[in-house]
């Protein structure tokens, strides 16, 4: 168990819906990343926020928006969903905000049909 | 653009042999590599790590070793056991823009066979 947990495990919507996946960190980390995993893909870095702020922007969609709150829980909102983003999305956290030092969340997995 | 491969999907072991997952990645700005191991229905955890300043960093039954020349990362897990079955993702670090990103390979599954 990373510490970080992730809500809720699993997802099943229609295209064009919105939905919110929830991350809370580690206690004391302030830091939190997501990233989607797709079908035989590798982890594609989405977003990192460091104690509340926007502090790195990977692949990110226009769609796909998020925010990390005062209690550093963190919240990915994806909307105008497709197909394609049907994926494991994980969330992970680390203290400094370092890469290196990352703990991972066991992901929400995302389906769209 | 994939800057960091894994160009063999799976890799099948006896128990008690050597395991060696090969990572290659293009970009020459990375300057620090990652190996996560990641079981079914949980999320990727952290294995070991190198600098590029370095060439072999050691933990215990795992060795990666770092040849920057040719821009390619080995992971050697000896000796193998069957706990060892997961998906292995190589990963690598660079400073972009400000911030610090990792990129992540498709990922490798091994198998011990007892």
């Known amino acids: 168990d990373s510490g970080v947990t992730q809500t809720p495990k699993h997802l099943i919507t229609a295209t064009g819906q919105r939905v919110t996946l929830r991350c809370s960190p580690r206690?004391?980390?302030?830091?939190v990343y997501w990233y989607q995993q797709s079908l035989d893909q590798g982890l594609q870095f989405l977003i990192q926020?460091?104690?509340?702020?926007?502090?790195a922007k990977g692949n990110i969609l226009e769609r796909f928006s998020a925010q990390q709150f005062p209690d550093l829980h963190s919240e990915l909102n994806l909307s105008s969903l497709e197909l394609g983003d049907s994926a494991l999305y994980f969330c992970?956290?680390?203290?400094?905000?370092?890469?290196?030092?990352?703990?991972f969340g066991p992901g929400t997995r995302l389906t769209v049909t | 653009d994939q800057q960091v491969k894994q160009n063999s999907p799976s890799l099948s072991v006896q128990e008690g042999r050597i395991s060696i997952l090969n990572c290659d990645y293009t970009?020459?700005?990375?300057?620090?590599f990652l190996w996560y191991k990641k079981y079914p229905a949980e999320g990727p955890t952290f294995l070991i790590s190198?600098?590029?300043?370095?060439d072999k960093n050691e933990d215990g039954r795992f060795t990666v070793f770092l040849n920057k020349s040719a821009k390619h990362l080995s992971l050697h897990i000896v000796p193998s056991q069957p706990g060892d079955s997961a998906v292995y993702f190589c990963?690598?670090?660079?400073?972009?823009?400000?911030?610090?990103?990792?990129?992540f390979g498709k990922g490798m599954k091994l198998t011990v066979n007892p």
């Open positions: 990963a690598a670090s660079a400073m972009q823009g400000g911030s610090e990103k990792l990129v």
């Open positions: 190198i600098s590029s300043i370095k």
């Open positions: 206690s004391g980390d302030l830091s």
């Open positions: 970009n020459s700005m990375f300057d620090y």
């Open positions: 926020y460091y104690n509340g702020e926007e502090r």
């Open positions: 992970a956290s680390s203290v400094s905000g370092r890469v290196h030092e990352q703990y």
